[in-house]
């Protein structure tokens, strides 16, 4: 499809889950995808989204090395599970600096220097308006970023740049794996899911495309849920 013709897509977290199947998806669409995440593939830019010279290093060296980039997708994320009396601030703080202050980086700098008329899209969670059990931090921060995402579209509007967010429900990758291991957490997930399984990284790729694509191009500022119904209930 030539679709996004002249696309350079940058997707951080592309390494891995859903990052890494957006990076196939948006690469058999004719996109120009440079990966970005902690480890990277050869081809790839390292990155720690958390730290904001390695986020202004990472959009400079795509610029130098591409000339310019027209869509972001930023899937790096972290999680932890604690109940908040026992929460140890720093790993607390950790799992904000990378889910929300991370996205913020994002949007400062790979906003600044998007081409007009381009997208970017973060990713939330079903967990930003559904709370789960020992996941304050990841909770907060995914809540934070749907409203960081709507001022974003605000300010990134007058140039024509498109802001949107993506809630996943489960999908099991290396981030939700370990869970799975957890007596009654998949049951308990798919019983409150009524599509009744959970998603594939391609069926959050789909969407990213799409909101990166021109098909989209009067959408900003939204946060769509992909997750079986599960926010139905
Ligand atoms: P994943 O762990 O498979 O991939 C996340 C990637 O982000 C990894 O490659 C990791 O190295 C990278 N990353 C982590 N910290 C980083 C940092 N500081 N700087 C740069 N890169 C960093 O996880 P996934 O399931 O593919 O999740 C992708 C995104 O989707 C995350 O934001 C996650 O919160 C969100 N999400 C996932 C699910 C799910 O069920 N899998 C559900 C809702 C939301």
Avoid at 210 to 227: H, K, M, Q, R
């Amino acid at each position: 499809s030539d679709e996004r013709q002249n696309a350079v897509t940058v997707v951080i977290g592309g390494a891995s889950g859903i990052g890494a199947a957006t990076v196939a998806d948006l690469r058999a669409h004719g996109h120009e995808v440079v990966v970005a995440d902690l480890a990277p593939p050869a081809d790839g830019i390292a990155v720690d989204v958390a730290d904001e010279p390695s986020v202004a290093a990472l959009f400079e060296a795509v610029v130098e090395q591409h000339g310019g980039f027209t869509g972001v997708v930023n899937c790096a994320g972290v999680s932890t599970l604690s109940a908040i009396v026992d929460h140890d601030a720093a790993e607390f703080r950790r799992v904000v600096d990378v889910c929300l202050t991370g996205a913020f980086l994002v949007l400062k700098h790979g906003g600044a220097r998007v081409t007009d008329g381009g997208a970017i899209v973060s990713l939330s969670s079903l967990n930003a308006r559904q709370p789960g059990t020992g996941m304050a931090a990841y909770c907060s921060a995914k809540a934070g970023l749907v409203m960081l995402t709507q001022v974003a579209a605000l300010e990134l509007a007058p140039r024509g740049v498109r802001v949107n967010a993506v809630s996943p429900g489960l999908v099991v990758t290396p981030l939700t794996a370990p869970a799975m291991d957890i007596p009654g957490v998949r049951d308990g997930y798919l019983d409150n899911t009524p599509l009744g399984r959970s998603g594939e990284p391609g069926e959050i790729a789909a969407l990213l495309r799409f909101l990166l694509s021109e098909d989209a191009a009067w959408i900003t500022g939204e946060n769509i849920d992909v997750n079986g119904g599960a926010h139905l209930q």
